[in-house]
Every structure is written in C-alpha cells, then in structure tokens.
C-alpha cells in the first residue's frame, strides 16, 4: 500500500479515502442504473433516440 501511494503521491490514509469514496460513487451509479432499467422494463421509463436527444439539447445545430 506504501508504494501505491507514493507512486499516487498521497499518504496511505488519503489513498484508502479516495479509493473507498470512488468505489460508493461507482456503486450509487450501479443503484440508479439498475433502478432506471427496472423501471425501462416495467413499462414505466421509456427511451430516447440521440437524434431527439440532441434536439432536446439544442446540439442539433
């Protein structure tokens, strides 16, 4: 762990901080992408195309 974080240039305290707070992150993300297509699959959430998308945007410019 040592030389991982002075390859990172942090202290091992701060190393083990940033890797448990990106993994919840990713794991919130995990969350909100099962329940998203959970609610796609029962009929609740619809799709989007990426040309419509972009119009919503105003990127279809």
Known sequence: MTQL???AGKDSDQLIKDV???Y???QADIEQAD???SR???GQEG???LDDLEK???LDG
């Open 35 to 37: 329940a998203a297509y």
């Open 56 to 58: 919503r945007l105003g």
């Open 24 to 26: 919840l992150a990713e």
């Open 5 to 7: 974080a002075a390859i």
């Open 40 to 42: 796609y699959l029962a």
């Open 47 to 49: 799709t989007v195309s």
């Open 20 to 22: 448990v707070s990106e």
